[in-house]
Protein backbone atom coordinates (compact mmCIF):
# COMPACT_ATOMS: atom_id res chain seq x y z
CA UNK A 1 0.00 0.00 0.00
CA UNK A 2 2.76 2.18 0.47
CA UNK A 3 4.87 0.87 -2.37
CA UNK A 4 4.62 4.61 -4.22
CA UNK A 5 6.72 5.99 -1.11
CA UNK A 6 10.32 6.80 -1.35
CA UNK A 7 12.39 4.81 1.14
CA UNK A 8 13.11 7.60 3.45
CA UNK A 9 9.81 8.21 3.16
CA UNK A 10 8.51 4.96 4.65
CA UNK A 11 11.56 5.42 7.34
CA UNK A 12 9.90 8.84 8.23
CA UNK A 13 6.56 7.30 9.07
CA UNK A 14 8.57 4.61 10.73
CA UNK A 15 10.37 6.44 12.91
CA UNK A 16 7.04 9.06 13.45
CA UNK A 17 5.23 5.57 14.41
CA UNK A 18 7.98 4.51 16.55
CA UNK A 19 7.82 8.05 18.24
CA UNK A 20 4.11 8.30 19.12
CA UNK A 21 3.93 4.79 20.19
CA UNK A 22 6.48 5.34 22.91
CA UNK A 23 4.93 8.84 23.99
CA UNK A 24 0.85 7.89 23.88
CA UNK A 25 0.55 4.04 24.34
CA UNK A 26 -2.72 3.37 24.56
CA UNK A 27 -3.74 6.99 24.22
CA UNK A 28 -2.86 6.36 20.36
CA UNK A 29 -6.55 5.30 18.94
CA UNK A 30 -5.36 6.11 15.08
CA UNK A 31 -2.13 6.82 13.03
CA UNK A 32 -2.93 6.93 9.26
CA UNK A 33 -1.19 8.33 6.33
CA UNK A 34 -4.30 10.13 4.13
CA UNK A 35 -4.04 12.63 1.60
CA UNK A 36 -2.25 12.70 -2.14
CA UNK A 37 0.05 10.02 -0.84
CA UNK A 38 -2.20 7.95 0.23
CA UNK A 39 -4.35 7.64 -2.49
CA UNK A 40 -1.04 7.97 -5.08
CA UNK A 41 -2.05 11.02 -6.75
CA UNK A 42 0.76 12.77 -5.86
CA UNK A 43 3.55 15.54 -7.46
CA UNK A 44 6.59 16.38 -6.66
CA UNK A 45 5.60 19.27 -3.96
CA UNK A 46 3.04 16.42 -2.35
CA UNK A 47 4.10 16.09 2.06
CA UNK A 48 3.04 13.26 3.89
CA UNK A 49 -0.75 13.86 5.44
CA UNK A 50 -0.65 12.24 8.46
CA UNK A 51 -3.68 12.14 10.61
CA UNK A 52 -2.66 11.44 14.80
CA UNK A 53 -6.06 10.36 16.90
CA UNK A 54 -5.52 10.15 20.16
CA UNK A 55 -7.44 9.62 23.20
CA UNK A 56 -7.25 11.74 26.01
CA UNK A 57 -5.89 14.86 24.08
CA UNK A 58 -4.60 17.76 26.07
CA UNK A 59 -2.78 20.94 24.65
CA UNK A 60 0.19 19.88 26.67
CA UNK A 61 0.31 16.81 24.86
CA UNK A 62 -0.69 17.87 21.33
CA UNK A 63 2.12 20.26 21.42
CA UNK A 64 4.38 17.47 22.40
CA UNK A 65 3.56 16.10 18.99
CA UNK A 66 3.45 18.75 17.02
CA UNK A 67 7.23 19.25 18.37
CA UNK A 68 8.11 15.48 17.53
CA UNK A 69 7.13 16.02 14.39
CA UNK A 70 9.05 19.39 13.30
CA UNK A 71 12.31 17.29 14.89
CA UNK A 72 11.71 14.47 12.28
CA UNK A 73 11.07 17.54 9.38
CA UNK A 74 13.94 19.20 10.45
CA UNK A 75 16.32 15.51 10.44
CA UNK A 76 14.87 14.18 7.79
CA UNK A 77 14.10 17.13 5.16
CA UNK A 78 10.69 15.60 4.22
CA UNK A 79 7.78 17.76 4.97
CA UNK A 80 4.91 16.70 7.09
CA UNK A 81 1.38 18.02 7.34
CA UNK A 82 0.05 15.84 10.82
CA UNK A 83 -3.69 16.46 12.00
CA UNK A 84 -3.64 15.88 15.53
CA UNK A 85 -7.06 15.31 16.99
CA UNK A 86 -9.09 13.73 19.91
CA UNK A 87 -10.95 10.81 19.68
CA UNK A 88 -14.18 12.75 20.45
CA UNK A 89 -13.33 15.46 18.10
CA UNK A 90 -13.03 13.12 15.34
CA UNK A 91 -16.01 11.23 15.67
CA UNK A 92 -17.95 14.61 15.83
CA UNK A 93 -16.38 15.21 12.70
CA UNK A 94 -17.50 11.88 11.60
CA UNK A 95 -20.94 11.91 12.48
CA UNK A 96 -21.08 16.02 11.05
CA UNK A 97 -19.75 14.22 7.63
CA UNK A 98 -16.48 16.74 7.51
CA UNK A 99 -14.71 15.83 4.52
CA UNK A 100 -11.06 15.53 7.08
CA UNK A 101 -12.62 13.09 8.37
CA UNK A 102 -14.17 11.64 5.79
CA UNK A 103 -11.02 11.50 3.89
CA UNK A 104 -9.09 9.56 6.46
CA UNK A 105 -11.94 7.31 7.25
CA UNK A 106 -12.40 6.49 3.55
CA UNK A 107 -8.52 6.52 1.74
CA UNK A 108 -6.53 6.94 5.03
CA UNK A 109 -3.42 3.68 5.32
CA UNK A 110 -2.67 2.85 8.75
CA UNK A 111 0.64 3.19 10.35
Known sequence: MLEHLSAEEKHVLQ????????RLGSQLIKLALFGSKAR?????????DV???VRG???????????????LELE?????????????QFEFL????RRIALDIESEGIPL
Do not use: C, M, W
Not at 15 to 22: G, R
Not at 40 to 48: C, H, I, K
Not at 76 to 88: A, C, D, K
Not at 94 to 97: A, G, N, P, T
Open 15 to 22: ELKKILEK
Open 40 to 48: GDFDSDSDL
Open 51 to 53: AVI
Open 57 to 71: LTRELRNQIYHDVGE
Open 76 to 88: YLIPLSTFVISEE
Open 94 to 97: KKRE
